[in-house]
């Protein structure tokens, strides 16, 4: 009887450290957006606590009356609220993707990783709250964080071969919502959960780890392949006719993701394996605004 292919990923070592460092520099895009959320360090929705003023506006019935100004009542007899910046610590909901794939060759395995960690990281330096969930071969996990942080990662089933469980996720309404994923798959699977992911509050963020060998590989001549997830094999003649249509097709779907995520409001960042993390992050995810530069 054959065993069912179970999750690759192995944190390895010295990930945890690089992931650390990029922290202290770089953190998740907490200034892209106004929080709801216990007080913190981020602007929020509110009357607010903080003493910098911002404006007035009208008193509305069932708002808080320690914010109305009296001095301003006694000469105008108009109850005017003093609105000050609010600051909010939100809450994250992290997702990461386990699925075999995301450990193809050891730089792709080490970039998932700290990737992970990293998300990790940033997210116990500056929110409110924590969610931790792996996803794989159809199913959802949750993890618990300091699991996260040793690479205690469950061991889902992925011999059916299907897509992540992204629509099985909890996603919480107003949290920052970060998933680390390859995304190899079919962006069409993705429509309902992306809007999800996305989402009218909140914000949604997917950190995407990729590899040059899968983005373009050297294969010539007649090869084995195997597929990740689900063990079945077979031989496949490669000529250049045949690696130059793979080479487009990765090329069309890394760019229908793009469009999906656009379209769902979505910030999508690749980041490749091979450079060290802080310069892979610096490639694309800074500059997109999909990170941010600790200040």
Known sequence: MSTPAATGLVFPAGAARSAAAAAAM??????????????GEWSGVGLGSSVDFQDHRTYSPG????YVN????ARTDCLLLKVHRHEAAPVVDLVCDVSTSMALGDAKARRSAELMLFALESAERHAGGLRCYAVAGGKVAPIEPA?????ELPQLDTAGGQAPALDRVPWRAEALRVLVSDLLFAPEAGAAW????????GLGLALVPWSAEEASPAWDGRMEFEDCETAARREQRVDAELLGRYRAAYVRHVAGWREACRRAGVLMARVPAEPPLVDAL??????????????
């Open 26 to 39: 770089i953190r998740l895009p907490w200034r892209r957006n106004t929080w709801r959320g216990p007080s």
């Open 63 to 66: 708002d808080d009356l320690r």
């Open 70 to 73: 009296w001095a301003a009542f």
């Open 147 to 151: 699991a996260l942080r040793r690479g």
């Open 194 to 201: 992306l809007r999800r992911l996305g989402g009218s509050r």
């Open 282 to 295: 610096n490639a694309e995810a800074l500059p997109a605004g999909a990170l941010e530069p600790l200040r």
